[in-house]
C-alpha cells in the first residue's frame, strides 16, 4: 500500500492539478511550490512548579516573492513542520487569490495551550518571538505573524510587545504581527473578520441564481439549513452572521464534545451561553444530542461549515456527507480525494484559500494602519459628514422639503474604522469570488473552484515573478 499523503503533499496536489491548466514554464511552477524558508526552534522554558520543559517551534516562509511574508501562529499538538508547510504554502495562495500583496508563512508550537497557565503561555509567546526576532523570521517588512487555531489577540499583543522591546527603533514595529487588541494597535473588526469574510463569501455564492439552479437550491441565503463544525473564532462567528444578517438556519453544530442536532434552528448565542455554563454543547434545550461528533457531519443540510481543523472530512466520511455547498471556514478540512469526490457528485466545495480568507484580509488593513500610523476614518470622517450636510441643505433649498433628523443623521454621516473594514471586506470577497468563477467557467467542467481558485493564484505568483525577473 502507497504511503498516506501528507498534508503539504495535499496542497502539492492540489497545485499541480491546476498547474496543468496553465501555461507557465516548468521551473516557475517547480519555485512556486517550494518553502523558502523553513526553521525549528527548540527552547526551554520554565513551568510554574519550577521544572524546565523543552518546547518545539516552527515558522514557515513559503513564498518572498512578496514581502512580508504573513500567516497565522497555531498552538496545538498537531503542529509539525509538514503542517507548518502546508499552511504556509496554502496561505500564499490565500493572498494572491483576494489581491492581498503578502508572500505565505505559517507558524506553530507543539503545545496542549489548555495545560498551560497564562504565565506560562506568556513565557512561550515572548521566547518564540525572540526565536523568530533572533533568526530574522519576524518584522513588519519581512514576516508578520497573527493568530490561528489556539491563539488570539493576547498572544498577538505578547508577541508585539516583545518585538518592540527588541526592536526600539523601528517606528512600525506595530506591525510586525496583526490581530492585536484594538488597545494595542489592533483593527476594529478584526476579531471576527474570517467568519464575517465567510458569511460574505457565501452570501454572493448563494445570490447567483443559475449556480444554485444547478445545486437544487433556491437563490439567497434566506432558510438555508447550515452545519458548523467548530465553535471557536472562525466558526461562532459565520454561525452568528449566516444566523443573524444572512435569516439561514443553524440546524446542527460540532464541537470537540460531540454533536447536537435542531431541524428548526439552534440560537447561536443561546448555545454559546449554554457552553460556557455547562461546559458543552450536549444537552441543549430543544436539540438532540448525537451519538457522535462524526454523524453531525453527515446530517442533512444545504451547506456545511468545517471551521475546526484540517482533515475533518476524507474517503472515510466523504460518501455520506448530505450537504449541497462545504464552506471550507478551516484550513485544509477536506482531503483531496474528498474533493474529487465532491466534484463528481456536483457537490459545490468553496475552497479554504478564499472562503476563509477574510482574516488575512483584515490583517492586511491592520498593517497598513500600523505603518501609516493613523486610524481609518480620522482624517475624512468629519469633512465627508459636513459635505453631506452641504448638499443635503441645499437639496433642501432647492426643493422646499425639509429632511427628518433620522434622514439627515443616516446620510450625513462619515464612515468609522469599522465601516470602512468591513466594507474593504465586503468588497475583497465579492471581487475574489467573481474572479475565481470567472476561472472555473472557463474550464467548462474540465476542474473545479479549487483548482479555478488554485490557476487564479499560480497566474498572481508567476507574474509577480515575471514582472521582477529573477536574481541570477
Ligand atoms: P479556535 O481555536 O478559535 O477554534 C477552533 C474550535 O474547534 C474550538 O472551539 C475547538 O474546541 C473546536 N474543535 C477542535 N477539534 C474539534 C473537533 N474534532 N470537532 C469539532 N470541533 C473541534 O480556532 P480558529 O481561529 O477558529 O481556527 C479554526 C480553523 O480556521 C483553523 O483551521 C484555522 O487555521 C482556520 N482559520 C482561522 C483564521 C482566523 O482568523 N482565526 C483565519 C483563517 C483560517
Given at each position: ?190 476579531v471576527e473578520a474570517t467568519g464575517r469574510g465567510v458569511f460574505y463569501g457565501l452570501r454572493e455564492v448563494c445570490s447567483v441564481a443559475e449556480d444554485m439552479r444547478g445545486l437544487g437550491l433556491s437563490p439567497g441565503l434566506e432558510g438555508k ?158 469633512f465627508d459628514e459636513q459635505s453631506a450636510r452641504r448638499l443635503l441643505t441645499a437639496i433642501e433649498h432647492a426643493t422646499g422639503r425639509a429632511f427628518s433628523d433620522q434622514e439627515i443623521s443616516s446620510i450625513a454621516r462619515g464612515a468609522e ?56
Open positions: 500500500m502507497s504511503e498516506p499523503l501528507t498534508f503539504f503533499d495535499q496542497v502539492n496536489r492540489n497545485f499541480d492539478k491546476a498547474a496543468a491548466f496553465t501555461n507557465h514554464p516548468h521551473g516557475i511552477l517547480e519555485q512556486i511550490k517550494q518553502i523558502n524558508s523553513v526553521i525549528h526552534f527548540a527552547f526551554p522554558i520554565k513551568r510554574d512548579d519550577g521544572s524546565i520543559q523543552v518546547m518545539h517551534g516552527w515558522r514557515a516562509e513559503h513564498s518572498h516573492h512578496k514581502l512580508p511574508t504573513k500567516g497565522g501562529i497555531r498552538y496545538a499538538m498537531t503542529v509539525n513542520e509538514d503542517e507548518v508547510m502546508a499552511l504556509a504554502a496554502l496561505m500564499t495562495y490565500k493572498c494572491a487569490i483576494v489581491n492581498v500583496p503578502f508572500g505565505g508563512a505559517k507558524g506553530g508550537i507543539r503545545i496542549a495551550a489548555h495545560e498551560y497557565s497564562e504565565g506560562e503561555l506568556e513565557r512561550i509567546t515572548r521566547r518564540f518571538t525572540f526565536e523568530l526576532f533572533n533568526k530574522h523570521f519576524i518584522g513588519p517588512g519581512l514576516d508578520v505573524p497573527a493568530p490561528d487555531f489556539g491563539t488570539g489577540p493576547r498572544e498577538m499583543a505578547w508577541i508585539a510587545d516583545t518585538y518592540s522591546t527588541l526592536a526600539p527603533h523601528d517606528i512600525n514595529a506595530l506591525g510586525c504581527v496583526t490581530a492585536k487588541p484594538v488597545s494595542e494597535g489592533g483593527i476594529d473588526g478584526r439549513r447550515v452545519v458548523v463544525q467548530g465553535l471557536g473564532n472562525v466558526g461562532y462567528h459565520t454561525a452568528k452572521f449566516l444566523q443573524e444578517d444572512g435569516g439561514a438556519v443553524i440546524v446542527g453544530a460540532i464541537e470537540h464534545e460531540g454533536a447536537i442536532a435542531k431541524r428548526t434552528g439552534i440560537d447561536v448565542e443561546a448555545l454559546m451561553a449554554h457552553r460556557r455554563e455547562t461546559g458543552s454543547i450536549l444537552g441543549f434545550p430543544g436539540a438532540t444530542d448525537l451519538a457522535s461528533r462524526e454523524l453531525g457531519l453527515e446530517l442533512d443540510c444545504d451547506i456545511l461549515v468545517p471551521a475546526a481543523l484540517e482533515n475533518a472530512i476524507t474517503m472515510d466520511n466523504a460518501p455520506r456527507v448530505k450537504a449541497k455547498i462545504i464552506a471550507e471556514a478551516a484550513n485544509g478540512p477536506t482531503s483531496s480525494e474528498a474533493s474529487d469526490l465532491f466534484f463528481e457528485r456536483g457537490v459545490l466545495v468553496l475552497p479554504d484559500a478564499f472562503i476563509n480568507a477574510g482574516g488575512v484580509t483584515v490583517s492586511y488593513f491592520e498593517w497598513l494602519k500600523n505603518l501609516e500610523h493613523v486610524r481609518f476614518g480620522r482624517l475624512e470622517k468629519r474604522e469599522i465601516d470602512l473594514v468591513n466594507s474593504g471586506l465586503e468588497e475583497t470577497m465579492i471581487e475574489a469570488y467573481h474572479e475565481i468563477r470567472e476561472i472555473f467557467k472557463r474550464g467548462g467542467g474540465a476542474y473545479d473552484l479549487r483548482a479555478a481558485s488554485m490557476i487564479d493564484a499560480i497566474d498572481k505568483v508567476a507574474l509577480a515573478y515575471a514582472d521582477r525577473g529573477i536574481f541570477p
